[in-house]
């Protein structure tokens, strides 16, 4: 899983408040099972967001690790595609959690992600 050093720059006084309420790190499950981590480790003004997202076992794919960048677009940040051909989602629900989308190979896996 992610790395204990992964350090969260936290967002400047011009990044809007519903940009900068992405910051941090999440956890979570896919389809109950699969867990999985994002850090949110910067969040620029415009959006653009760095990235650090780690996986566990997700059907025949090991567990791994990514650094990478998203772009949040209303309430919703997309990651970049994934070194395993996955693409993520994250949607801000007005409890605070994060609604994920991760699709790989055909499958999509959803769940819920807490702030940590």
Known sequence: MLDQTVAIT?????????????SGIWAGRL??????????LTVSPGGQVTVSYAWG?????????ADG???I????LKLGRLPNG???????????TLAATYALAGQTY????ARQ
């Open 69 to 71: 960048a998203g772009r």
């Open 10 to 22: 936290p967002p400047g006084r011009g990044v809007p408040a519903r940009y900068a309420a992405f």
């Open 73 to 76: 677009v209303g309430n919703t």
């Open 31 to 40: 389809d109950g099972m699969y867990e999985g981590k994002l850090a949110v």
């Open 110 to 113: 959803r769940g819920q992600f």
């Open 86 to 96: 996955a693409d993520a989602t994250f949607t801000m629900q007005p409890d605070g």
């Open 57 to 65: 076992d997700v059907a025949d794919y090991k567990p791994g690790v």
